[in-house]
């Protein structure tokens, strides 16, 4: 089985760097905000400008991408799956992967830098081409048989065409459907996966 696996998210917990770093962004820069319903595009999540949510992206983008954690039993699990005989695509579209200039050379060599750090095994890397691609082009091309995903809009579009596991945060609760299957953990994933083998 081919499997496609998110980064943000999914290998870490990108709801509660948010939470965090976000509360922080805003009282050092006296922005007022207001936490309502949680939404994958920070801006909405804390009713600020969009210009004040890429400015958030812009401050703290390389502090995340080096030093958050990878959840818990992520590479672990990864592993098994690849003893077991399934191919891991690591399929991103991490804000700044796309641009083909110093700063998205810089993010993509971070992002290798972490998989390897944290020895969470791959057969592929994927960048996402540009922001205006979709994954599904990537899943297409790539033969993918599972996608692992947070982003609701990934999750909607990518159910279309082919099964995918949806990891668990508030701003995804609304992704319902016949191809969509909600876990809360790497074991959780691990067990689903084996189930549809």
Known sequence: ???GIDIDGVLTDIERFVADYMTKYCIENNIEYKIGESSYNVHETF????????????????DYAKNEKVRTFAPEVIEKLKQEGNEIYIITARWGTSKDDEKGNKMRETVIKWLC???IP?????????????KSDEI???KIDIMIEDNPNNINELSKIIPVICYDAEYNRHCKGEKIIRCYSWYDIYRTIRNLK
């Open 1 to 3: 089985m081919r499997i």
């Open 47 to 62: 009713n600020i400008s969009k210009e004040q949510g890429n400015n958030f992206w812009d401050t703290y983008i390389e």
């Open 117 to 119: 750090e944290y020895k």
């Open 122 to 134: 791959y057969d592929k890397l994927i960048f996402v081409k540009s922001s205006n691609e979709r």
């Open 140 to 142: 297409i091309e790539n």
